[in-house]
């Protein structure tokens, strides 16, 4: 297998979690790309140019963070499912688009500070920072542990540590102290550990 990624992205990071925890990081090569520069090994495997993709043994491509690791998890060979299956796989699947959601107003923001100043839209980052925070409340109230891992509490301890590391000045820690705990909880694991964005 090979997983396009950038040490930067949160979704990237996602896929290579859910390799390390269902023991197939050994079978996949993770490679290294700059989207931005349409890089071709890339773009043949997603005509848009985003991380994480992933080429199979067999030749497919699967792009879209969720859809990659529910693939991924399906092929597991060590660990605990990230997925459960029957009825119980849907408060988990939930819980991944909550904080999917929140990756994507962070993103959309980051995108916004990228602009020229003079083009930077107050209104809409103020939109997406409301929107964030709305996530980030209903997460916190649901006062989650780190297990049992699933990958629902996966896909928020990468989006609380993606907001410390393209958000510094987001204080996102006030008033959620049970997200806090999960974040230094999760970062121990060395799943996390070695997936840390930089």
Not at 26 to 55: H, I
Request: charged share 25%.
């Amino acid at each position: 297998m090979k997983l396009y990624i950038t040490d930067p992205s949160p979704y990237a990071r996602k896929c290579r979690i859910a390799l390390r925890e269902r023991g197939l990081s050994g079978g996949c090569e993770e490679t290294r790309v700059d989207p931005y520069a349409s890089d071709p090994d890339l773009v043949a495997a997603n005509p848009v140019a985003q991380v994480p993709s992933l080429v199979t043994d067999e030749g497919a491509v699967i792009n879209d963070s969720p859809l990659i690791c529910a693939w991924l998890d399906s092929r597991g060979v060590s660990g605990r499912p990230l997925i459960p299956a029957g009825e119980a796989q849907w408060p988990v699947r939930r819980l991944e688009a909550l904080a999917d959601a929140g990756l994507e107003m962070g993103v959309k923001w980051v995108l916004e500070k990228r602009r020229p100043e003079a083009e930077q839209s107050p209104t809409w980052i103020a939109r997406w920072q409301i929107g964030l925070g709305r996530v980030l409340d209903q997460l916190e109230a649901l006062h989650l542990k780190a297990e049992p891992l699933d990958l629902g509490v996966v896909t928020t301890g990468v989006l609380l540590s993606w907001l410390d590391f393209r958000h510094p000045e987001y204080d996102w820690k006030n008033g959620r102290p049970s997200l806090e705990i999960l974040q230094a909880d999760l970062e121990i694991r060395p799943s996390f550990a070695q997936t840390t964005p930089r």
